[in-house]
Structures are given as structure tokens and as C-alpha cells.
């Protein structure tokens, strides 16, 4: 990558437009190094956008996660008074042929994006203003996903960075299933699953209650000892289920342990004959349950223990926890959509610097002619 402004310290730059107050720019490398009045407002947008956009996420994600480049650029925007109201959290690198691209803090653990707000932030005044700063710092392309594709923050994004002259285009990133619980018991809502799940459910529980065989458990943290035994548990399941190793094996340990500390964990736990059979890890924050990981180890498959697991699970998240929503995250997965009720769009943003080279190549290539020569009629005033 081309040398980036160096801003070790959180170099600090000026925005005076002309219908506004003077606006605040900086940019910051790391998140250690953010001063407490912009960490607050990591508090502040949690509470409405939920864990993937809090402080503890973002810190776990980038000590132990795998991120894809080594330069976190933690751009700001606020007042002259060192009172913030917008937060992009990126991430800078260089690919092939030597494209500088800025993308979302985010990779394959993260199921949701969004930038960071004050309750009070004009978000369609701020937002153009900091990404012209951005993108005059010579990025080819600038890509950010998984967002909310309905939300205000999307739609004034885009208008951004087009303001900013990078042509844009939207993708399609994954389906999302939720469940609103609607002030539900657990009663009612097992009531209103298809009859087959269950059937399943009823069928599966008789047969193991008789037996004896199975055990399950829910672990929150508050013990330790149950913890560390809680995640070897859950990593014996991992290895022997259907799914591929972490790519970064000792990010699910730190969250696990980060979850406990900051009371979110959920980890569910089956075993069956006293071996490790099923874990399901749920994050519960803001009223909002978060199917954040699931395994069965495949011996046990006939057994239904997921979906017996599940159904505990559901039971804790609506009458213990009294969530208002429970989110399945990532996946249009046919089994999501008997547990949840509603199902929504995650999509990403991808911008292209009309004023380099290789961005307009990028343009040309991925855009296709006609709307592409309309973005540089655009840029050129025509």
C-alpha cells in the first residue's frame, strides 16, 4: 500500500464548512488509543444497533480474529469541544495489483455493520463531510458490508460517497431470520411452531427423558471453573461436527470469555451419556438473543439434541432474559424458518474512486458501460 497520512496519536485535522459550526476530523489507529469521549459513543450506538458495533466486539475482533489488513483507521467526526457524533470504524490494505481498498471492521465473524451516531448526529450532513476527507486520502475503493439495507445510515452512506465522487454500487450480502417475540411466554410461542418441529420436539424429549441418557445446561459465566469447562466442552463439539475448523481458533475461546464478562453469554450446552453432545453459543444484549454459534457432534444426530437444545434455549432467552427479539443471524438456512417469524436483508456498499486510476478501472470493470460513463459525466459536470 502506498503510504497513508501518518496519524499515530490521532492526528487531528479541521472541517470548517460554510452552514455549520466548525466539525472535527481525526483519525485513530487503534482502538486503545481512542480518547474516552469518542468510546462513549461505542456505548451509545450499541444500545441501538446491537453487540456487533460495541467497543468489546470490536477489540475481540481485532486481537483475535484474523483481520484481513494491519492498518484499523477509527475515523471521527465531531465538535471543535472534543464531542463526538460519528465513528467509522475501517480497515485499510492492499490487494492485487496493488488496489488500496478501506473495508468495514469486519470479516467472516461479523454478522452486521453500521457507522457509529450520536442520538443527535445529523447523519446526512455528517457523513458527506467525513467520507470527502476519507476518500481524498487516495483509496482505489472503499467497501462496507453487512448492513441494514432499510436503515437511514445505508441510504445516507451511499448518497456519501457518491457526494464524495466514487461511483457506488449495492450487493446482496445474506439473508437474516429474526423472531419478534411480541411479549410472548415460551408457551405461546412453542404453540405457534409448525406442527412437525413439534411433533419432533415432543417425540425426541419423551424418548430421552425416559432413557436418561441426556443432560443439558446453561452456562452464563458467573462461575469460572464452569466456564473453562463450558468452553472445552464446546470445543470438543466443534471438532466433531459437521463444520470446518475456525480459521482463527482462538477467537471463539475470547469471545466466549468476553461474553461472560460483560454478562451476554448464553452458552448452551448437551450432553448425551456424559459426553459432550451439542452447544449453541447465544450473545443476549439489549434485549435482543443472538444465535451467534451452533454444532452437534454427528453421532447424536438422530437423537434430535440440536433442535431438543434449541428449544431450551428459547425457553431461557423468552421467560428468563424477556428478549424482545431473537436474531439467527447469518444464512438462509431452511431449519432458521420454522424457529423464527420474520426474515430481513443484510447488503454492502461498494465505491469506486473515479478519481484514480485504478479505481476507474475497478468502475469499468464491475460497473459495465453505460451507467458507468453516466458516473463520470456526473463527476465531469456534464
Not at 466486539?57 to 477509527?74: I, K, V
Not at 427479539?325 to 423464527?340: C, I, P, Q
Not at 426474515?343 to 464491475?366: D, P
Amino acid at each position: 500500500m502506498s503510504a497513508s497520512p501518518s496519524l499515530s496519536g490521532g492526528e487531528r485535522r479541521f472541517i470548517t464548512p460554510a452552514d455549520a459550526a466548525a466539525q472535527e476530523f481525526a483519525v485513530y489507529q487503534d482502538l486503545a488509543s481512542l480518547p474516552p469521549a469518542v468510546q462513549s459513543l461505542f456505548r451509545e450506538a450499541a444500545l441501538r444497533e446491537g453487540f456487533f458495533v460495541s467497543l468489546p466486539w470490536l477489540a475481540n475482533l481485532a486481537a483475535h480474529g484474523g483481520l484481513a489488513g494491519d492498518d484499523m483507521r477509527l475515523y471521527t467526526l465531531g465538535t471543535a469541544e472534543d464531542e463526538p457524533r460519528l465513528l467509522l470504524p475501517l480497515l485499510g490494505f492492499s490487494g492485487r495489483f496493488g488496489v488500496r481498498t478501506l473495508s468495514a471492521l469486519t470479516n467472516w465473524y461479523s454478522s452486521f455493520y453500521a457507522p457509529l451516531l450520536s442520538a443527535d448526529a445529523q447523519v446526512s450532513l455528517l457523513l458527506p463531510r467525513m467520507l470527502q476527507r476519507i476518500v481524498a486520502e487516495g483509496w482505489d475503493q472503499i467497501d462496507l458490508r453487512p448492513m441494514d439495507v432499510d436503515s437511514p445510515s445505508f441510504a445516507a452512506l451511499e448518497e456519501a460517497l457518491r457526494v464524495a465522487g466514487m461511483a457506488v454500487q449495492r450487493y446482496f450480502c445474506f439473508i437474516n431470520w429474526y423472531l419478534q417475540v411480541d411479549g410472548r411466554s415460551y408457551a405461546e410461542y412453542a404453540a405457534s411452531l409448525p406442527s412437525s418441529l413439534r411433533n419432533t420436539l415432543k417425540r425426541k424429549e419423551k424418548s430421552l427423558a425416559r432413557s436418561g441418557r441426556a443432560s443439558f445446561r446453561i452456562v452464563t459465566g458467573a462461575d469460572d471453573l464452569d466456564l473453562e469447562a463450558g468452553i472445552a466442552a464446546y470445543e470438543a463439539i466443534y471438532r466433531n461436527s459437521w463444520k470446518s475448523p475456525e480459521p482463527t481458533p482462538a477467537f471463539m475461546p475470547a469471545l466466549i470469555r468476553l461474553c461472560a464478562r460483560e454478562g451476554w453469554l448464553r452458552l448452551g450446552l448437551a450432553h448425551v451419556d456424559g459426553e459432550p453432545a451439542a452447544a449453541q453459543l447465544w450473545i443476549v444484549c439489549d434485549g435482543v438473543a443472538s444465535i451467534y454459534k451452533l454444532a452437534y457432534d454427528e453421532r447424536y444426530a438422530a437423537l434430535s439434541i440440536g433442535s431438543l437444545l434449541t428449544a431450551r434455549m428459547m425457553e431461557h432467552a423468552i421467560d428468563l432474559d424477556r428478549v424482545r427479539e431473537v436474531d439467527y443471524l447469518t444464512g438462509d438456512d431452511a431449519y432458521k424458518r420454522d424457529w423464527m417469524s420474520h426474515s430481513r436483508e443484510r447488503w454492502g456498499l461498494v465505491a469506486y474512486n473515479l478519481r484514480s486510476a485504478r479505481g476507474m478501472a475497478l468502475a469499468a470493470l464491475n460497473i459495465g458501460g453505460g451507467k458507468f460513463k453516466r458516473w463520470l459525466r456526473r463527476l465531469r459536470g456534464g
